[in-house]
């Protein structure tokens, strides 16, 4: 089921998003490598042994804490004994809010779209990994009780998904929650990628100096 | 500073990472996480449990006291011991509030590795307290001014201020 799953979300990327053929290969063999790695006897080193396997030739590994309300992010250089460190956000702080709103037709992430939900809460999605991935009919009454913006169920090929509907969209059609977590990781990363700029070992070149030479 | 800002916020290249569920999350739950890091461009390794994490992070980087280095007995206990299974195991009890979930892990330290021995989880955190008490103070206007009704609006702003102010009430012992 979980294949399934992922296999459909693997679609609903080549629709949705335009993204490469790479990067929906790896879902394969991330259900492989997450089914050990959520059990209940990790090694110790199992982080710094995931961190020398070189996955896509870049130097960092992301650390995401995605939280309800709230996100937190650490970088891991790989094959370096740093300790992962936090990811301050523009306005240096630590928690990102994970909410997501739309305003005069422009998505709005993170703390922009909290401010948002107390303005306008029928076009704002909060809590969003309570619902995400879950099935509309064993979670709708849960989300009717606890979120303000319409979540209804969306026809998926693996079966109906919860999905929210946000009045103030062009077409208004349901949107899957994966898409929304996806752009709130973006959003997040984005914060990321400027602190590796910021430490200078994103060059591309792997000297580490920040100068991309 | 902005300009920097602006031009940063365009990943170069995809990033590896790791993703921490609760422990209550299902396992279609996490698939549909993971496939909204790869939409995101990210590459999810590995996803694992909020405790699991704090686990390996405390004993990877925190408490040097699970592991002692001591020079002169540590290679002997090596070939006396190669699992490490004659030095005892040491048990920490993690413990993880979020907004949505309780989760509560036992981990087992031994030489060479951890071991998750129990967990236990439940869907009540911060996000429901904040609730009641939003609940309250709402109450509490209604009996004083009669007229207010609040709209969902005023409700939502109700409910952030009073997880403001509860965050910022310190803690007295």
């Not at chain 1, 948002?116 to 969003?128: C, D, E, H, K, W």
């Amino acid at each position: 089921m979980a294949e399934q799953t992922t296999t459909v979300a693997a679609d609903a990327v080549a629709s949705a998003v335009s993204s490469d053929d790479g990067n929906a290969m790896q879902v394969d063999e991330l259900t492989t490598s997450a089914a050990p790695a959520s059990g209940s006897s990790p090694e110790l080193g199992a982080t710094t042994e995931e961190a020398a396997e070189p996955v896509t030739g870049d130097s960092f590994i992301l650390g995401i804490d995605f939280g309800s309300e709230e996100s937190v992010l650490t970088i891991t250089k790989k094959r370096d004994s740093v300790l992962p460190f936090l990811v301050h956000n523009p306005t240096s702080h630590v928690a990102n809010s994970s909410a997501f709103a739309i305003r005069d037709g422009q998505r709005l992430l993170g703390d922009d779209a909290l401010a948002q939900t107390s303005l306008n809460p029928q076009q704002a999605v909060i809590l969003s990994k309570r619902f995400v991935g879950r099935h509309g009919a064993e979670a709708e009454a849960e989300a009717a009780a606890m979120v303000h913006c319409r979540l209804e169920q969306a026809l998926a090929s693996n079966g109906p998904r919860l999905a929210a509907v946000l009045p103030s969209l062009e077409a208004p059609m349901p949107v899957f929650l994966e898409l929304i977590v996806a752009a709130l990781l973006k959003h997040y990363a984005s914060f990321a990628y400027r602190d590796m700029v910021r430490y200078g070992a994103n060059d591309g070149d792997g000297d580490g100096d920040g100068d991309g030479e | 500073m902005m300009q920097l800002y602006w031009q940063s916020t365009t990943p170069v290249q995809a990033a590896s990472c790791v993703l921490t569920v609760p422990i209550a999350f299902e396992e279609a739950s996490r698939a549909a996480l993971a496939d909204a890091a790869v939409i995101a461009g990210l590459v999810p390794l590995a996803i694992i449990d909020d405790t699991t994490a704090a686990a390996i992070y405390y004993g990877v980087c925190r408490d040097s006291s699970l592991f002692p280095a001591s020079p002169d007995s540590s290679a002997e206990k090596a070939a006396a011991s190669p699992d490490g299974a004659a030095t005892p195991a040491k048990h920490v009890l993690f413990v993880d509030m979020g907004s949505q979930y309780l989760n509560v892990s036992l981990v087992e330290y031994r030489k060479s590795a951890l071991r998750v021995v129990a967990t236990a989880h439940d869907t009540v955190g911060g996000w429901h307290l904040t609730n009641e008490i939003a609940s309250h103070v709402a109450s509490v206007l209604k009996v004083g001014y009669v007229a207010i009704s609040l709209s969902l609006s005023l409700s939502h702003a109700l409910t952030h201020s009073c997880r403001d102010a509860a965050e910022q009430t310190p803690c007295r012992r």
